[in-house]
Each structure stands twice: as structure tokens, then as C-alpha cells.
């Protein structure tokens, strides 16, 4: 997938190669013995949440909070460290070695154990190609169809969500960092986002008014495993009623792979986590992958129930890099698409990644015009038939196949008996003078909005509202100022003037809160491993002035959130330097005091005599510096001969025979070493 960014006249290019896969990708059978693998475990049998047993206690690193007590128990035996568990699906994710997975293939409880594989991410005139402007001025009871009231969860490196045209995004989950924050640091799900939603005059999404609903599955370079796709699909199952969430936007895949057999993807996780999100009544959106094939796609798109979408070009024929295959649902534009990029940008991309946001931004069109419509009743299966039925076919050369490119604009006249709007009017122009910013440290915002002429009334609604607010009748311009919640806040700005309306939209971030520092390392003597403990529920990062040197690092946000981090100071070894933390929110900064301490990187030496008469063990320790000295005797647990000291001696009675010991020092830096010796007893 190349994707070109555009910002200031500069034309910055970035090449995203997507991983490949051969087909054991998924197959447990070749793990080494001693190795320590990423696993998806499936269970034959279900045991709802509400059945969960009050003992089971959750590890604070469980990507949810709901699990099978069953799935729990058993696993008490079989060396796995659980990483994720599911609210709407018989499985549980983790890390395992060989020996724990024998013993699971005997356990009659498991369906399936498969490897959690990795997943890696796979508008100018597209809108128009596909009918989405003309859909835009149709209208049913007074509504246009812009896709409002819908919500579409894209699953991908999170989204930009103070992208200044990208009103209407819901913040879900971020499960690659563990938080509430899914900000898009790759760039690719701002993207997608854009092609869906985006309010821009220019490049318009396919569904403008529509509801972003932000999943980070995928990291900065773009990849993740299936187990977190697995997880964001539960999220949106979970709130599908919450956030009215009809859609399920996947541009992601493993492109080496490719199959014309969905029973080769339906008996593996992902597939079934996708059957289960349409048996709930959301569609789900793949990109095909862009390996070029002619004889099949990739997964999970190749999945039964998932909507597959390949790409066309400008010309309306299939592109070269698009899989295909004949179990290929849709195609839809995929080349040179334009939209929103972080950092108020737009960016230029091409792949089936940008398709599949086209065919997810139709669908939300539809289901707006079936809540729209008592007579529509439509389920995922029935909206798959009618994008198959009313789009336009495109003929692959390379297999001989024809495939329907997406045509919302039939799709929906097909559906429902609408026409535009009258066309007799002229729209007002609304300048947002204020605010400019998009963060503000207070909860209170000021505005000032200037129309082109005198509205007969100015309103405004944010994400949280269904119905507008009406701030000035019969004006031309509007200052004051209006308290918004913490966090993300997306506000339209509506002029009404006869029927004729004009919209302006606008997003940004409110933390009022300061970061807290409870404590952090001190010293006086420090080896280069720091940890802070702090309060900030939407923290940036934590940097490090160490003697003017300026380092860096990504921590979690909450609550009594503690961060640990290194950094080579041996440079500075034996010197006392001075040095603070400063923690950075979206807004706010706070700084520690100022510490000082020497530096020592050095572990501390150890000298050890053990002479041996008649079984008595005499040791002998002797460390270049104070140090805590302990030691194990024949492989057992470690015992403590001093707190602080340079120099010990202790009395052992050990039987005859050979014997090892092992000794420790750990210096006041918390710098460690050992030292073993062998003896034979008399």
C-alpha cells in the first residue's frame, strides 16, 4: 500500500509492504519444544458472562473484564498466561509452551487451538464513482442520507480523533496499550475513518454524519495479532446497542495467504468471532489484500460471513494488486484515494484498504434509511444481496470473473421511493473564528462564528446530543462562551435560513486536569532504571532531563499508574547529576523536582571461599562495595546473609557429596550479580 502525505506543499511517501503468510501460518504442529508461542484457544461449549463465578479474580493485564470461570480453571495445569478473554466468544488467547499445548490437544473440552497469528493493515472522485454525493442530497421525512445515527467500528491503528473533519468519532478501546485511547500513531485508520465519515467539502466521506467508532487492534508499524481483532470485534458486539453500531470496518488481512474455499477460514477464530457479529445483525467489511492474486483472498476476508471487497481504479477496472477470486463480494475504488491523515492532513493512498471503508460507509447509508423507513426491514445477509445485485459489474481479465463494483446511489433508490431536495435556495457561509485550538486546558470554550449573511437562527449539537441547541436568531455573528465535558468534543455548527441549511463542524480535546507525580526514583545512587507513580487519565508521555540530556518515553494513563523505564548513563559513571521527570498530557505539563544523584552502572564484585571440613560449609563473601548478600545452596530458594555489608562469613551443614552454590550482591544503585562455586563435602 503506498500512501502519499500532503501538508504544506510537501509530498511525503510511505510505502506499507503487508506481511507474508504461507498457509501453516495457523498451524500449531511445527512449535519447537522449548518454545513459548502466541495461541487462540476455542472451547466446544459456551459459558455465558452472567454465569461467571465470584472467586475467578481478573489480572490487571486481561484486555476485558468478563471470562468463561470454566476457560479459567481449565487452564491451571497446561503453562499458559492468558493475554486476552471474550465476552461473546468460547475462547481465550495467550501464550503457551509445547508441553502445555499436548496436553490441551487431549483435553475434550477444546474445539480448536490455532496460532494467534500477526494481522498487518492490508476521495477526491471515489465518492462520486460509487453515486455516495447524489445519496447525500436524498432525503426521507426531512432527513438526508449522510448515514446519521449509525455507528461503524473500524478496527485498525485507531483514528485521529481531533482531526478537525472527523466530527463524530467515539474513542473505544486501544488494545494494543491497554487504555482508552485509540490515537491513531500510524495514520492508516485516520484514513480508512476519513473514507467513511469525513466531513470535509471536498473530500467527503462516503457517509459523513455516521459514527466513528475507534478500535486500535494494530500498532505504529502497522501490525498486531488476530487475538486483538478478536477483542475489538467483542467490543463492538458488546456496545452494539449502546452506540447503535450496524458495521464492523476490517482493512486489515494476511496478504500472502489466499484461498477460493471458505472452508479453509471458516473453522479459525476470527471467522467464527465474524459469524457472531452478523448473527448479531452487524455487517462486517474486509479488504481483500493486495497480493495480486486471480485465484482467491486473503484472510479473513475469505471468511462466509464477511463482506469482501477488492479494488478498482479510476477507470473503473479491477487493479492490479487486488486479490480476486470467486467468493469475491464487492469491489469498490482503491486507488489514489484521498482523505483525512493525522495532523489535520489529507493523504493520498492506494489498496483494498481504502476500499473497504466504501462499501462501510454504504452500508451505514442503508441502515440509516431502514430506521428511517418502517417498511425496510433488512439483516446483513439481505444488505450483502442487495450491494451484489445493484452494483455495476467489472470484468477481470485475469480469471475470466465478473464482480459488481459498489453503486450506493441503486442500491438505495432500489429500496425506498426518495428525491433531492429542492434546489431553489443559496447556502450561507460559516466562518469558525474561534476556537482555533485543538485543546483547551479548561472546561470553558470560547466561540466566534461569522456568517456570510443573516441566519433566521445559528445552533450547534455535540457528539453527546441528538437534537440542536439554538444560540442567536436572526444574526450574523455569535461570541460567548459554553462549557463542554472532559475529554473529546465534536460540535456542528448549523445556519438555517428558509430551508435552506448550512453546517460547519468542528473538534477538540478538554483536559483540565493537571498530571500528578506521587513518586519517582530518587537515588542516591542510580543505575539508569527509573519508575515514576502518577495520576493522569490521558497521558502523553513521561520525558527525562537527565544532566540537560532529554530522553522520551511512552507510559500508560490512569489512575495511581506507575511507569518503569531505562537509559545508558554509564557515560556518566561515578559522577553525581541532576536530573527531574516531566509527564505531558494532550495539553498540560507537570514537573517532579529536581533529584540528584551518582551514578553507578558497575554490578559490585564478589569474592567467595568456601573451605570444607567434615560437611560444615564456611562461607566466605567479600563484595568490592556495600552490597545486600544472599545465596542459594544447591538450586534453592535464596536466602539473605546481609541487608548491607561488604564482607560475610556463615556456617552451612551440607551433606557429603557434590554441592553448588550460587551468591549474590546487589549494590544501593540496585545493580546485581552472581557468582556460583562447586564443592564436594567430606
Do not use: W
Not at 473514507?195 to 487492534?217: M, Q, W
Request: with cysteine.
Amino acid at each position: 500500500m503506498l500512501i502519499v502525505m500532503q501538508k504544506k506543499g510537501l509530498v511525503v511517501f510511505f510505502l506499507v509492504i503487508l506481511s507474508a503468510f504461507d498457509g501453516n501460518a495457523f498451524s500449531i504442529d511445527e512449535v519447537k519444544n522449548s518454545s513459548q508461542v502466541p495461541v487462540i484457544i476455542t472451547f466446544k461449549d459456551f459459558l455465558p458472562p452472567d454465569q461467571v463465578m465470584a472467586s475467578v479474580s481478573m489480572t490487571p493485564n486481561l484486555k476485558t473484564r468478563f471470562v468463561n470461570a470454566r476457560n479459567i480453571h481449565a487452564f491451571d495445569n497446561y503453562d499458559l498466561e492468558i493475554k486476552n478473554t471474550f465476552r461473546n466468544f468460547n475462547m481465550v488467547a495467550g501464550i503457551i509452551s509445547k508441553e502445555g499445548i499436548e496436553k490441551l490437544k487431549e483435553n475434550p473440552d477444546i474445539e480448536s487451538i490455532e496460532m494467534d497469528a500477526e494481522v498487518k493493515i492490508t476521495l477526491d472522485v471515489s465518492a462520486p464513482l460509487i453515486g455516495a454525493s447524489k445519496v447525500n442530497g436524498l432525503s426521507l421525512n426531512g432527513n438526508l442520507l449522510r448515514g446519521n445515527g449509525v455507528s461503524v467500528c473500524v478496527i485498525d491503528t485507531g483514528v485521529d480523533y481531533l482531526h478537525p473533519y472527523l466530527q463524530n468519532v467515539i474513542p473505544g478501546y486501544d488494545f494494543i496499550n491497554l487504555d482508552n485511547d485509540p490515537m491513531d500513531d500510524h495514520g492508516h485508520g485516520t484514513m480508512v475513518a476519513g473514507i467513511i465519515a469525513s466531513s470535509n467539502s471536498r473530500y467527503r466521506g462516503v457517509a459523513p454524519e455516521a459514527n466513528i467508532v475507534a478500535l486500535k487492534a494494530l500498532d505504529s508499524s502497522g501490525s498486531g495479532s488476530f487475538s486483538d481483532v478478536i477483542a475489538s470485534i467483542d467490543y463492538c458486539i458488546t456496545n452494539k446497542d449502546l452506540f447503535n453500531i450496524s458495521v464492523i470496518s476490517m482493512s486489515l488481512g494476511v496478504d500472502g495467504f489466499h484461498t477460493n474455499n471458505p472452508a479453509d477460514c471458516d473453522s479459525l477464530a476470527t471467522a467464527k468471532a465474524i459469524s457472531a457479529a452478523v448473527q448479531k445483525g452487524i455487517s462486517v467489511v474486509v479488504s481483500s489484500g493486495n497480493g495480486g492474486y486471480s485465484d482467491g483472498i486473503s484472510y479473513p476476508a475469505c471468511a462466509s460471513d464477511a463482506i469482501s471487497v477488492g479494488a478498482t481504479n479510476d477507470n473503473d477496472d479491477i487493479a492490479s494488486f487486488s486479490n480476486s477470486g470467486s467468493i469475491l463480494d464487492l469491489l469498490a475504488p482503491g486507488v489514489s484515494i484521498k482523505s483525512n491523515y493525522p495532523g489535520s492532513n489529507f493523504a493520498s493512498g492506494s489498496g483494498t484498504s481504502f476500499s473497504a471503508p466504501h462499501v462501510s460507509g454504504s452500508i451505514a447509508i442503508i441502515r440509516q434509511l431502514d430506521s428511517l423507513d418502517q417498511t425496510i426491514a433488512i439483516t446483513p445477509s439481505d444488505i450483502r444481496n442487495l450491494l451484489h445485485s445493484t452494483g455495476n459489474p467489472v470484468f477481470d481479465e485475469r480469471n475470466g470473473l465478473s464482480f459488481p463494483r459498489l453503486d450506493i446511489e441503486k442500491a438505495v433508490l432500489s429500496l425506498a421511493d426518495i428525491s433531492p431536495p429542492p434546489q431553489n435556495f443559496s447556502k450561507i457561509d460559516i466562518e469558525i473564528v474561534s476556537p482555533s485550538s485543538p485543546a483547551f486546558s479548561t472546561r470553558s470554550v470560547p466561540f466566534h462564528i461569522l456568517l456570510s449573511e443573516s441566519a433566521d437562527s445559528l445552533s450547534y449539537r455535540t457528539n453527546s446530543q441528538s437534537s440542536y441547541t439554538t444560540i442567536c436568531r436572526y444574526c450574523g455573528e455569535f461570541k460567548d462562551a459554553f462549557p463542554f465535558r472532559e475529554g473529546s468534543n465534536f460540535v456542528e455548527i448549523k445556519a438555517q435560513k428558509g430551508q435552506s441549511a448550512s453546517y460547519g463542524n468542528l473538534s477538540f480535546f478538554i483536559d483540565s486536569k493537571m498530571p500528578k507525580i506521587h513518586a519517582a526514583t530518587k537515588g542516591p545512587r542510580i543505575n539508569g532504571t527509573f519508575s515514576v507513580e502518577y495520576t493522569e487519565e490521558n497521558l502523553r508521555n513521561i520525558s527525562l532531563n537527565f544532566g540537560g540530556e532529554v530522553s522520551t518515553f511512552a507510559c500508560p494513563s490512569g489512575k495511581r499508574a506507575s511507569c518503569k523505564f531505562s537509559k545508558d548513563i554509564s557515560s556518566h559513571d561515578n559522577k553525581q547529576v541532576d536530573y527531574y521527570f516531566i509527564l505531558s498530557d494532550i495539553i498540560n505539563t507537570a514537573k517532579s523536582d529536581i533529584y540528584s544523584a551518582i551514578v553507578d552502572t558497575i554490578p559490585p564484585s564478589i569474592s567467595i571461599s568456601a573451605p570444607v571440613i567434615n560437611s560444615n560449609l564456611l562461607i566466605n563473601v567479600t563484595t568490592g562495595e556495600p552490597a545486600r548478600i544472599s545465596y542459594s545452596l544447591d538450586g534453592r530458594k535464596e536466602s539473605m546473609l546481609c541487608s548491607k555489608c561488604t564482607s560475610i562469613a556463615k556456617k552451612k551443614y551440607v551433606g557429603k557429596g557434590s554441592h553448588s552454590l550460587k551468591v549474590y550482591a546487589t549494590d544501593e544503585a540496585g545493580n546485581r550479580d552472581s557468582k556460583d562455586v562447586s564443592f564436594d563435602a567430606i
